[in-house]
């Protein structure tokens, strides 16, 4: 029994554990946590893209994915995570899962999807600013992404393509303290 003991309270704490963050195409989105490291696995919980888990341990799956044994620190849940799922919060270079670029009067807006957030990199004449935000709004016909730097909020509309405008068209704003202080249309 006092073996048996020992060898649970040394796997209860691993030396190898790791932050990492939920990663996914929609905020909030539900993403599987399987009992083994397969697609096949039951799936007896779940997590939500942006959740913060504990990376415990990995392996390589008969998939060819890498897949993470992860613990969700406020319920205690564990499980496995296909690894294109969980990403390392302290990874320096997050993947770019898509990229688009504006032409919005004299600014150059980069959009970047890093999976658990938005990069926003803005060019011009009077200066550069990247910005980083988690905050997108899908209209119905549109999504809106904003950041924020200080009292200054930057928003840019990506519409999707319509009857009206058959290319859709995008849209920069720029707000400070509440106030709108520039618009621009922006060609894709």
């Keep these: 029994m006092a073996a048996t003991m020992a060898l649970a309270v040394s796997l209860g704490v691993p030396a190898l554990a790791y932050p ?3 990663v996914g195409e929609i905020p909030g989105s539900q993403v599987n946590v399987r009992s083994a490291p397969s697609v096949n696995a039951p799936s007896p919980s779940y997590g939500l893209v942006g959740d913060r888990v504990e990376v415990l341990n990995d392996t390589r799956g008969d998939d060819g994915f890498t897949w993470y044994y992860v613990r969700f620190p406020a319920s205690g849940v564990e499980g496995w995570m296909r690894g294109d799922f969980v990403q390392s919060i302290n990874d320096p270079n997050p993947p770019v899962r898509w990229s688009h670029t504006y032409i919005c009067g004299g600014y150059s807006i980069t959009l970047e999807d890093l999976g658990r957030e938005f990069a926003y990199r ?12 988690d905050n ?3 209209t119905g016909y549109s999504w809106i992404y904003a950041f ?4 200054t909020v930057y928003e840019i509309e990506d519409a999707w393509p319509s009857a009206q405008f058959p290319e859709g068209f995008a849209e920069l704003r720029v707000f400070e303290n509440g106030q709108p202080i520039l ?3 922006c060609r894709k």
């Design 148 to 151: 924020e730097n200080s009292n």
């Design 20 to 22: 990492a963050r939920i």
């Design 122 to 133: 803005s060019r011009s004449n009077n200066g550069n600013l990247d910005l980083y935000s």
């Design 183 to 185: 618009r621009r249309s």
């Design 136 to 138: 997108r709004e899908n």
